[in-house]
């Protein structure tokens, strides 16, 4: 064999120029402040982290009310009551859900109750209509209930004054219906990170058109757009920018003033037309870096004025593994979250993989649950621009920079591509 097959750009740079996946991370993560909170509605407080500790004002349920369609009835009167020997009572009036004018229940009745409606004045349980007669006149009653029975409590839920979430915590539809139950239209929360997409590259062109002779497709921008917003994020996009240095400057110059983060994609390598450091350098400050992975070794982190900027490889693999690894970071730390990465299980993989020495590897896998634990099975060619290998992808397993070759049957780590 020659010497120089499979020599590619990976197996021409050296160990020692190459930044760590910790390195560069925190390099990013260093970079961000949380932004000022906001008082947000309650209705768009979902997955946001609140800034303050939100106590309760308000009692709930704020009445005693009716656990059950039934009978509001005096325990005390149905003492005797059995299946051989029913107690007999007269029903007085009818309460529903959201009464206010409540008929008194007297000694020997019983009023017709719903679920939610106030108990009644007098009456100190409800018998489930199930276990009666059923009556609308008389009603017949075949067991003694005991005092409280069916009746929920003021307080029982939430009192003044209670801690209904602490400060950090992300807002989950359980907690906005806390929020609402207990009168909290407004929230002090983190508001979602503003994060401009830029795609560039002379080939690109809109998804919607035509590609010429030599020209692509921009699936980054998409990609990157749908990422971000599924990570929380607000996405802008700046469209295509093409490999022209005032066409660069200009598409930063017009989006910063909207940009919590600004995360670009292409001409961050080697190649002639590769001039985002040299921008981003010339508008603020820059660190190109290749940093020890596979896919995704040519990354960028810089900042223009306050504004952190993020530079992905243009392969669209390498963009979405890069924005697993140093963006989705990125922007929960934006949102205030402490949770910044996504979860990992550990799996065994049915196939052999390989991994280049002193590069960690990040190889799509699906996965199933079996007997066991999870099994990781790779999707397909690991070539860095097989868009349709994404897709199909549970999960990126990590092969650590030491290992160039994990067996069948041998054990990997699995950072989940869906948080559970
Ligand atoms: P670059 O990082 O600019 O050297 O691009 C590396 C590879 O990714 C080339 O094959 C590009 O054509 C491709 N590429 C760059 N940007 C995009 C994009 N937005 N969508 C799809 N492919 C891209
Ligand atoms: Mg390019």
């Given at each position: 064999m020659s010497?120089?097959v499979?020599?590619g750009r990976?197996?021409?740079t050296?160990?020692?120029?190459?930044t760590?996946?910790e390195?560069h991370?925190?390099?990013?993560?260093?970079s961000l402040?949380?932004?000022?909170?906001?008082d947000q509605r309650?209705?768009?407080?979902?997955?946001?982290?609140l800034?303050e500790?939100?106590?309760c004002?308000v009692t709930?349920?704020?009445f005693?009310?009716?656990?059950?369609?039934?009978?509001?009835?005096?325990?005390?009167d149905l003492e005797?009551?059995t299946?051989?020997r029913?107690?007999?009572?007269?029903?007085s009036?009818e309460?529903?859900a959201g009464?206010?004018?409540?008929?008194t229940?007297h000694?020997g009745?019983a009023v017709?109750i719903?679920?939610?409606?106030?108990l009644p004045?007098g009456?100190d349980?409800?018998?489930?209509?199930?276990?009666?007669s059923?009556?609308r006149a008389?009603?017949a009653?075949?067991r003694a209930?005991?005092p409280?029975d069916?009746?929920?409590?003021p307080?029982?839920?939430?009192v003044p004054?209670?801690?209904?979430?602490t400060?950090?915590?992300?807002?989950?539809?359980?907690?906005?219906?806390?929020?609402?139950a207990?009168?909290?239209?407004r929230?002090?929360?983190?508001?979602?990170?503003?994060?401009?997409?830029m795609?560039?590259?002379?080939?690109?062109?809109?998804p919607d058109?035509?590609?010429?002779?030599?020209?692509i497709?921009?699936?980054n921008g998409p990609?990157?757009?749908?990422l971000?917003l599924?990570a929380g994020?607000?996405?802008?996009?700046?469209?295509?920018?093409?490999?022209?240095?005032?066409?660069?400057m200009?598409?930063?110059?017009?989006n910063?003033?909207h940009?919590?983060?600004f995360?670009?994609t292409?001409g961050?390598?080697?190649?002639?037309r590769?001039?985002?450091?040299?921008v981003?350098?010339?508008?603020g400050?820059v660190?190109?870096t290749?940093v020890?992975?596979?896919?995704g070794?040519?990354?960028?982190?810089?900042?223009i004025?306050?504004t952190?900027?993020i530079?992905?490889?243009?392969n669209p693999?390498?963009?979405?593994v890069?924005?697993?690894?140093?963006?989705?970071p990125?922007?929960r730390k934006?949102q205030g979250?402490?949770?910044?990465?996504r979860p990992v299980?550990?799996?065994?993989?049915?196939e052999?993989?390989?991994?280049?020495?002193h590069?960690?590897s990040?190889?799509?896998?699906?996965l199933a649950?079996?007997?066991g634990?999870?099994r990781?099975?790779?999707?397909g060619?690991q070539?860095?621009?097989?868009?349709?290998s994404i897709?199909?992808a549970?999960?990126?397993?990590v092969?650590p920079e030491?290992v160039t070759e994990?067996p069948a049957?041998?054990q990997?780590?699995?950072?989940?591509?869906?948080?559970?």
């Open positions: 010497g120089f499979g020599l990976a197996e021409v050296l160990p020692e120029e190459l760590s996946v390195d991370l925190a390099g990013i993560l260093d402040s949380t932004a000022e909170a906001i309650l209705a768009d407080a979902l997955g946001l982290v800034a500790n939100v106590h004002r709930v349920p704020d005693a009310n009716a656990a059950m369609d039934g009978y509001a009835v005096i325990a005390a005797r009551a299946e051989a029913p107690v007999h009572l007269a029903v009036g309460v529903l009464t206010g004018e409540l008929p229940v000694r009745r017709r719903m679920t939610g409606a106030p004045p009456a349980a409800v018998v489930p209509v199930e276990t009666t059923g009556g008389q009603v009653f075949h209930p005991r409280g069916n009746v929920r409590q307080g029982e839920d939430l004054g209670q801690l209904l979430m400060l950090g915590r992300r807002v989950g539809p359980a907690d906005v219906a806390l929020l609402a207990s009168g909290t239209v929230v002090r929360c983190i508001p979602p990170p503003r994060v401009v997409v795609s560039t590259g002379d080939e690109l062109v809109r058109r035509e590609p010429g002779p030599g020209r497709r921009d699936a990609m990157l757009s749908a971000v599924q994020g607000v996405p802008f996009t700046t469209g295509i920018v093409p490999d022209d240095r005032k066409a660069l200009h598409a930063f110059d017009t910063l003033g940009a919590d983060l995360v670009c292409g961050a390598s080697a190649g002639t590769d001039l985002l450091p040299d981003i350098a010339a508008l400050e660190h190109p290749k020890a992975m596979k896919p070794m040519p990354q960028i982190r810089g900042r004025g306050q952190p900027v530079g992905l490889p243009g693999v390498s963009a979405f890069s924005f697993e690894v140093f963006v989705r990125a922007i934006l979250r402490r949770d910044v990465h299980v550990r799996a065994v993989t049915t052999k993989l390989r991994s280049p020495a590069k960690r990040y190889l799509r896998v699906r649950r079996e007997t634990g999870w990781a099975t790779p999707t060619g070539g860095s621009h097989l868009i349709s897709a199909q549970d999960g990126l397993a092969v030491t994990v049957g041998g990997v780590a699995v950072q989940l591509l869906v948080d559970p």
